[in-house]
Structure formats: C-alpha cells, structure tokens
Antibody, heavy 119, light 110 residues
Framework: EVRLVESGGDLVQPGGSLRLSCAAS????????MNWVRQAPGKGLEWLSY????????YYADSVRGRFIISRDNAEHSLSLQMDSLRVEDTAFYYC????????????WGQGALVIVSS | SSELTQDPAVSVALGQTVRITCQGD??????ANWYQQKAGQAPVLVMS???KRPSGIPDRFSGSKSGNTASLTIIGAQAEDEADYYC?????????????FGGGTKLTVL
C-alpha cells in the first residue's frame, strides 16, 4: 500500500523557518518524481514545488521561490521542504504528492501537515 | 492567461448527470487531471489525461477535453460524490512545467 506521511507542521512566527518531511512507503520511492502542494484554510490547491526522481531537476512556484527548498533522500525514502522567511500567507495545509508519470499527475497524496504562521 | 477557471459551485440531483468544467489556455496544449477532495480529507486523483480513471474510481466518472475546456462528467451522481473538485494541468509559460490548479468546484448532490 502506497503511503505518504507528512510531519513537521507547527506554529511559527513570521520570518521564521520550518522543515516539513514526507515519509514514503509501499512503492519504490527512488523511481518517482514528487511534489509539494498546499491549501490555505478554506481555499483551493496551490502547487509549490517539484523534484524529479534523482533530485537533479527542481521547480518552484513564484510564490515560494527563493524562500523554500525541496529535497529528497532516496535512501531514506523521504521528501523534505525547507521553508524560510515564512509569511502569514504561508499558513496552510502542506501535502506531499507522488507524480505518477513525471508530468504532474499526482496519484497519491499524504494527509497533510498544518503550518500556521502567526505572531 | 495562465489560469484555470472553474464554476465555484454546481448541484445535481441524486442519480442524475453532472458536468464540471475547467477552462484555460493551457488546456489547448495539455490534458487536465481531476481531483476530488471531501471535507477534511486529502485530494484524490479521479481522472487523468485522456479519460484515464485510476484504480478504484467508479466508472460513472469520465473525462473529456475540447479546445480550451476540460470536463469531468459524473453519470448517475451518488451522495458520496459530494465534494470539491479541482482540475489541474501543466502551464504553458516558458520551459518550466509548473502546475496550474483551478479554483475548485463544490459539488452538492441533492
């Protein structure tokens, strides 16, 4: 069974940092590209970042480029999102999602990690 | 424009057919994916590419595309289909394939 489990969500002050992790199991993690997507409370989905299976190709949404860093550890079956210079508007549920074909068809999602940015 | 537009809300009577649409320039080049999100849950892929249903998705769900408009059709809507539905596609801008999401359609089954 494919499982993606996010962790690391927390309450953080504006300007602070947080690192989210996504533990993958039930599939060959090193064979799949991965993505982060977020959803502000009561709002729609926003794609944030993509990393290919080897970690050699990375993309970011304009809203987080320069502040967030995506990375992966294939040996540990883990995806991460380092978030710096956090803003109030970064408050959201953060989901990791598996990329089925490498074309952003997201076939499995984690349950989400809640990040609250507030003073 | 680099946006995907969805109707905010749609309703359907139990057992009837409903079409949820998604419009955007990127759809002239790429197919849409569709995600279902029930209250308090993570999104679930229900349709990808040219009418591809993931395993476990009922065959009452189907997808289509014409020009710059993609559609998700539910034939014989059930109470459990009540959810938010989001379309997505790749973005045409530049060489990067960032991902676009539509604003979502809240489906109510009456």
């Amino acid at each position: 069974e494919v499982r993606l489990v996010e962790s690391g969500g927390d309450l953080v002050q504006p300007g602070g940092s947080l690192r989210l992790s996504c533990a993958a199991s039930g599939f060959t993690f090193s064979s799949y590209d991965m993505n982060w997507v977020r959803q502000a409370p009561g709002k729609g989905l926003e794609w944030l970042s993509y990393i290919n299976s080897r970690g050699s190709t990375i993309y970011y949404a304009d809203s987080v480029r320069g502040r967030f860093i995506i990375s992966r550890d294939n040996a540990e079956h883990s995806l991460s999102l380092q978030m710096d210079s956090l803003r109030v508007e970064d408050t959201a549920f953060y989901y990791c999602a598996r990329d089925l074909y490498g074309d952003h068809t997201l076939d499995y999602w984690g349950q989400g990690a809640l990040v609250i940015v507030s003073s | 424009s680099s946006e995907l537009t969805q109707d905010p809300a749609v309703s359907v009577a139990l057992g009837q057919t409903v079409r949820i649409t998604c419009q955007g320039d990127s759809l002239t080049s790429y197919y849409a994916n569709w995600y279902q999100q029930k209250a308090g849950q993570a999104p679930v892929l229900v349709m990808s590419g040219q009418d591809k249903r993931p395993s476990g998705i009922p065959d009452r769900f189907s997808g289509s595309k014409s020009g710059n408009t993609a559609s998700l059709t539910i034939i014989g809507a059930q109470a459990e289909d009540e959810a938010d539905y989001y379309c997505s596609s790749r973005d045409r801008r530049g060489n990067q394939p960032p991902v676009l999401f539509g604003g979502g359609t809240k489906l109510t089954v009456l």
